[in-house]
């Protein structure tokens, strides 16, 4: 039996806990690697490519709402995410699984509900809440922007998070390891894909998608 390596990504303890006590008893689990901010979700994303799933709160320090998700959708395609937010209305979870979640959970969840959606997903399926009634999006608008996003390029899709963190292009080039030209450049692909005239636009279309969530 393959040994499996799962990712907790949470600013809370006292959560974290409850997750390893969730995931503890999989079969299999070799390792549990926890993060508590963003920049170290990314990290141990690096550390550890073969990783086989990651459960991503969706605000933690670093990061807010749908922006962390997207950020690893880009860096680590390959690497199912599943998210784990206590809000958890229907909008909120489509959204989430529209950007590339591999599924939800609850943090009203019980310990057997989140070790079974773990399960689920580690087969290859999806794990959604058992209340959760599949709707479209109801803001055209939206559903638009979410288009607009999804033809965005891996690297684009970095750089427009990074926009949202209020990165310079010379700090953006300098992450990246490129060229301020080549930055440059995806900032021009990103305003003409997202149908905006400036870097505050984009930023506040990518807001946009946030607004179903609550604090």
């Known amino acids: 039996m393959q040994n499996k390596t799962i990712i ?7 959560f974290r806990d409850a997750l390893r006590q969730a ?5 299999g689990l070799d390792e ?7 920049t170290a979700a990314r990290l141990a994303a690096q550390n550890y490519p073969e990783a086989d799933i990651m459960l991503l709160d969706l ?3 670093g990061v807010s709402g749908f922006s962390g998700l997207m950020t690893l959708r880009a860096e680590f395609p390959s690497l199912p995410i599943v998210v784990v937010s206590a809000t958890d209305d229907g909008v909120t979870i489509r959204r989430a699984l529209e950007l590339g979640a591999s599924g ?10 989140m070790r079974q959606g773990v399960q689920e997903v580690l087969d290859g399926g999806i794990t959604l809440p058992k209340s959760y009634c599949e709707s479209p999006e109801s803001d055209p608008d939206v559903a638009d922007l979410i288009h607009r ?15 949202a963190e209020g990165l310079l292009n010379k700090q953006i080039a300098y ?6 030209a080549t930055v440059k450049a995806h900032v021009s692909a990103i305003l003409l894909k997202l149908n905006v005239d400036s870097r505050t636009q984009a930023v506040i279309q990518l807001g946009r998608i946030n607004m179903a969530m609550v604090a």
Do not use: N
């Open 104 to 113: 939800f959970l609850s943090k009203s969840a019980s310990i057997s509900e």
């Open 8 to 14: 907790i990504a949470d600013d809370h303890p006292l």
């Open 175 to 180: 992450q990246l390891g490129v060229s301020e």
């Open 149 to 163: 996003l999804h033809s965005l390029t891996p690297q684009q899709s970095k750089v427009l998070s990074m926009l």
């Open 23 to 27: 995931i503890a008893g999989l079969d």
């Open 32 to 38: 549990i690697v926890e993060a508590g901010e963003f």
């Open 59 to 61: 605000s933690m320090p």
